[in-house]
Each structure stands twice: as C-alpha cells, then as structure tokens.
T-cell receptor
Framework: AQSVTQLGSHVSVSEGALVLLRCNYSSSVPPYLFWYVQYPNQGLQLLLKYTSAATLVKGINGFEAEFKKSETSFHLTKPSAHMSDAAEYFCAVRGTASKLTFGTGTRLQVTL | KAGVTQTPRYLIKTRGQQVTLSCSPISGHRSVSWYQQTPGQGLQFLFEYFSETQRNKGNFPGRFSGRQFSNSRSEMNVSTLELGDSALYLC??????????????FGPGTRLTVL
C-alpha cells in the first residue's frame, strides 16, 4: 500500500526565511505525489504535483518540491516565507484510480 | 470555469439522524471522490464515483453511502449519525480526459456537527 509520512506537525519560520516541509513516501510503484494547502475553513488547493515528468517541480505561490527516489522524499520548499503562507500543508500520494492517501499535515506558522 | 461546489456548507444534526451532502463537480469532470477530515484521523478517503458507478471505497462502515447522478453530481449519505461523524467532508472532482488527470480539485467542504 502506498503511504506518505510528514515529519513535523508544526513548523514555525520567520517572514523571509526558508520554508522546508518534509514528506517521505512509501510506494511499490513509481508514485504520483502532491502537495496541497488548506487555509482555515476552506478546502484543499493544489500547490504542485509530481508525475515523473521532472524531478524538480515548481508550483504556485513560489513553492517547489524535489522528488528524490534514493531518499523516497518529496520535500516542499519556498525560499522566502510570507505571512500569507501560514496554513496547513498536506502531502499526498495517488493510489488506485483517483484515491489520494494524505499525510497527517504540517501547520506552518510565519512570524514577523 | 466554476469550481467544485458543496452544499450545505454547515450542518448540525443530532445523534441517530441521517444526513445527505451534495457535491457538484467541475463541468466535464466525471470522477467525484469524497473525503472525511477530522482532527484525530486526518484526511481519509470515503469513496469515488465515476460515471455513476462506485469505483473505489475506503474503510468506512456501511452507514456511509453515496451515489452519482447522470450529470456527475454526487451525494453522500450518513445514516444513524454518531458523535464521531462530526467532521469536514470534502468532495473532489477530476477528469480522465484532462492531461492533468492526476489532479483532483477540491470543494470548500461541508462542516457536519453531530450533537
């Protein structure tokens, strides 16, 4: 079965600092991986996705993620955090048909 | 293009009652998936419908059911509500005809509170 593990349920960074949110996957086949963001009282918005076309994936709002097969990782980064980035972030892997299996989420806090 | 819509946005029910939630996918999308989000269990897959057929099912009791209509709109039903059913229920749609077939578009969710 495919799964993802997010390390760190809470991450706090200063505005302008590097954002690094960690995600490791477990999959017996080449995975389709996603990062979603959820703002309070809202649904999920896709930040970026990996579908084997390129290992470095650029997404919206300045986020990017690098697929590293040797480390089974798909960490999310952003060079400079903004206050508006404060939200909960979910890593997910696609399984059978459209089923997504999500990680437990990482809440990002951005401080002045 | 209009996004995924879910109705109602908020719902309060009491234990033992049943509830029906509705989801309208993005126009042209034929796959609709449902997820339950709770603080304790996180995001969990309920089921997926494609062309009016349930294609995939998560590990939930039979009290949770769903259906899809010919216009791709979907409903999910929860019978004999329990306190633990309080959650945000999210609907997502995707299109197999889109090159981004792997992308699911989520609605804003229905917040169900069971008292």
């Amino acid at each position: 079965a495919q799964s993802v593990t997010q390390l760190g349920s809470h991450v706090s960074v200063s505005e302008g600092a590097l954002v690094l949110l960690r995600c490791n996957y477990s999959s017996s086949v080449p995975p389709y991986l996603f990062w979603y963001v959820q703002y309070p009282n809202q649904g999920l918005q896709l930040l970026l996705k990996y579908t084997s076309a390129a290992t470095l994936v650029k997404g919206i709002n300045g986020f990017e993620a690098e697929f590293k097969k040797s480390e089974t990782s798909f960490h999310l980064t952003k060079p400079s955090a903004h206050m508006s980035d404060a939200a909960e972030y979910f890593c997910a892997v696609r399984g059978t048909a459209s089923k997504l299996t999500f990680g437990t989420g990482t809440r990002l806090q951005v401080t002045l | 293009k209009a996004g995924v819509t879910q109705t109602p946005r908020y719902l309060i029910k009491t234990r033992g009652q049943q509830v029906t939630l509705s989801c309208s996918p993005i126009s042209g999308h034929r796959s609709v998936s449902w997820y339950q989000q709770t603080p304790g269990q996180g995001l969990q897959f309920l089921f997926e419908y494609f062309s009016e057929t349930q294609r995939n099912k998560g590990n939930f009791p039979g009290r949770f059911s769903g259906r899809q209509f010919s216009n791709s709109r979907s409903e999910m039903n929860v019978s004999t509500l329990e306190l633990g059913d309080s959650a945000l229920y999210l609907c997502a749609s995707s299109s197999p005809w889109d090159s981004s077939y792997n992308e699911q578009f989520f609605g804003p969710g229905t917040r169900l509170t069971v008292l």
